[in-house]
Structures are given as C-alpha cells and as structure tokens.
C-alpha cells in the first residue's frame, strides 16, 4: 500500500499507540511511539517523519496544539495529525489552518487511519 512512510505517534494511553502502530505497520509504515509531546519534540529532532499522529490532550505542561505549533516551525517537512475525543468543526478549523493535516475525532477506526495516510502520502508524492 504505502511504502517507507515514516509514523510517530504521540498518545499517553499505551492501548491507542498499540492499536495506531498495528494499523500503519500493516501498512508498510515504519512506525515508532511515544507518550508525551516533550519525548515526540526529542524523537522529531533526533529523526525525520513523515506524518505525527497526536493526540491533543496530555497529562502534563504540553499538549497536541503545542507539538503542532513546533513542527510547523522546525519540522516543515513532517505533517501532523491531531486527534481527540473532543474534535469539533470549530476546532478543527482553526488547527488546519494552523497547519494540521488532518483532525479526527476520536474513536475512528482502520479505515479512517488508512484513508487518511492515502491522502498524506498522496500530499508527500505531489510534494516532492
């Protein structure tokens, strides 16, 4: 399906980085995840992804909207996905067009993960 896409998910619920990381590898992705926006802002920096699936709600001082606002700045080349459980139009709005690539609402299933990282990679392809 999707070849050599790089994934970094960001979530602190270790049953939702389980479940995103089986989906992307079945795609052909490779896949990485970490639990808060602090270790994702250290691996962004250590390594090149393509896409960040992130939730938007954290335990602790930063949160997805934080992480977005980072890697639009110093990681113009990896794209963000924000997802949470409160994901409205308004908000959905106003993170895609502070450069969100996408925002789901939470729960959503394989199908949606794997439409979302066709559309990506397709963005990548016309990209580069």
Same mark, same amino acid.
């Given at each position: 399906? $999707?070849?050599?896409? *790089?994934?970094?998910?960001?979530?602190?619920?270790?049953?939702?980085?389980?479940?995103?990381?089986? $989906?992307? @590898? @079945?795609?052909?992705?490779?896949?990485?995840?970490?639990?808060?926006?602090?270790?994702?802002?250290?691996?962004?920096?250590?390594?090149?992804?393509? $896409?960040? =699936?992130?939730?938007?709600?954290?335990? &602790?001082?930063? &949160? &997805?909207?934080?992480?977005?606002?980072?890697?639009? #700045?110093?990681?113009? #080349?990896?794209?963000?996905?924000? $997802?949470?459980?409160?994901?409205?139009?308004?908000?959905?709005?106003?993170?895609?067009? #502070? &450069?969100?690539?996408?925002?789901?609402?939470?729960? =959503?299933?394989?199908?949606?993960?794997?439409?979302?990282? *066709?559309?990506? *990679?397709?963005? #990548?392809?016309?990209?580069?």
């Amino acid at each position: 399906m $999707i070849e050599e896409t *790089s994934v970094l998910i960001v979530d602190d619920d270790d049953d939702i980085r389980y479940a995103l990381s089986k $989906i992307f @590898k @079945k795609c052909n992705c490779i896949v990485n995840d970490v639990a808060s926006v602090e270790d994702a802002l250290d691996e962004l920096s250590a390594n090149h992804y393509d $896409i960040v =699936f992130s939730d938007m709600w954290f335990h &602790g001082t930063m &949160g &997805g909207e934080e992480l977005l606002h980072t890697a639009v #700045q110093q990681f113009e #080349q990896t794209m963000v996905v924000l $997802i949470s459980c409160s994901m409205d139009a308004e908000r959905t709005a106003l993170l895609m067009s #502070q &450069g969100a690539a996408f925002c789901l609402q939470k729960p =959503f299933y394989e199908d949606t993960c794997l439409e979302v990282l *066709s559309k990506l *990679s397709t963005l #990548q392809k016309k990209a580069a």
